[in-house]
């Protein structure tokens, strides 16, 4: 259904990007607004601050933070410090396998100059989510029929309409998320398919300490109704789902991070970073960050990281074969 991740990514992993890239420098960042928790419960701050510099990680409670990264299942290496051998598909040869296991890993860590652009001016503009409105495309697109959902009258968008990034590249690095999402996610134990049931979305923010750029993805966005395991209707877009629910809820909320800029130099203090949150029923993000309401669904809402900036969305707008095109609302 989808062409391999380098064949379609392969302009991103010119050697010409090392020159963009700076050595991480772990400086204290933002220690004057870091305080130690004064009880064990868990915020969405937390999580954060331990996917941040050692810095933001230390002033932590070292309870919350050894349960809270007990949920972390990292698709890439949490810093490239860190490899390890992420099982990919069979059929490509182990050379293979370890050459695009490694482009992966690089633009997670090191994502292209315009992503880096984009988690700069973020922190340069003091989080204010209009300095990324300022960089999408004024056209806006309307928003197709996927997979068929308008005959349910199935909105899946918070609006009929669309835009893309001006900058090409970086429409095409969010499509590199959701494909990398879909193709490492067994890695984990986490089979995930991108369509309207699923994988499909996720939600543009900037923190409010940090002013770090995020995207929250959510998948196994509309599980199939069932009187006995999932007695809950979530109109017209759950019909016709053959999304289970079962454990693999637990995963479905994917956290993308990109690069931490310094707030005073031009160095980057942490690498990108892609995890799943892990929300099973015994952990401290089931217990503290998911809201009692929703802990079925086990949704983490995007605005308790910070500041929601867009929607993107990546559909199957195909009628004869696949055709997945980005819109962000």
Not at 74 to 82: E, I, K, M
Request: with cysteine; glycine share 4%; proline share 7%.
């Amino acid at each position: 259904m989808k062409s391999s991740l380098p064949l379609r990514f392969t302009f991103l992993l010119s050697l010409s990007f090392a020159a963009s890239y700076t050595v991480y420098s772990y400086s204290p960042p933002f220690s004057s607004r870091l305080k130690l928790p004064s009880d064990s419960k868990a915020t969405a701050f937390d999580l954060l601050s331990i996917l941040g510099t050692p810095q933001q990680a230390a002033a932590i409670d070292p309870k919350v933070a050894n349960e809270l990264r007990s949920c972390f299942k990292f698709l890439v290496p949490f810093s490239p410090s860190q490899q390890q051998q992420t099982p990919l598909p069979s059929s490509m040869s182990s050379d293979h396998r370890r050459r695009r296991l490694a482009d992966v890993n690089d633009l997670i860590w090191r994502p292209p100059p315009s992503v880096l652009e984009l988690a700069r001016l973020a922190m340069d503009t003091g989080g204010d989510p209009d300095s990324i409105h300022r960089t999408l495309d004024p056209i806006y697109i309307t928003v197709p029929d996927a997979e068929k959902c308008q005959e349910n009258h199935c909105e899946l968008t918070r609006t009929p309409y669309g835009r893309r990034f001006i900058d090409e590249e970086l429409n095409s690095y969010v499509k590199f998320l959701f494909e990398t999402i879909a193709d490492l996610g067994s890695s984990v134990g986490f089979h995930v398919s991108l369509n309207r049931f699923d994988l499909f979305h996720g939600h543009m923010f900037i923190a409010t300490e940090s002013r770090r750029l995020g995207i929250l993805f959510h998948a196994k966005e509309y599980p199939m109704y069932d009187k006995k395991v999932f007695p809950h209707y979530m109109g017209y877009c759950q019909i016709g789902s053959n999304v289970v629910y079962d454990d693999s809820m637990n995963l479905r909320n994917i956290l993308w991070l990109a690069p931490l800029p310094s707030e005073t130099s031009s160095d980057w203090l942490a690498p990108g970073v892609l995890v799943i949150l892990d929300a099973h029923q015994d952990g401290i993000i089931y217990r503290d960050i998911i809201p009692q309401y929703v802990q079925y669904a086990r949704t983490i809402y995007e605005d308790d990281f910070g500041e929601v900036v867009v929607d993107v969305n990546y559909l199957n707008v195909g009628v004869i074969k696949p055709d997945y095109q980005l819109f962000i609302c």
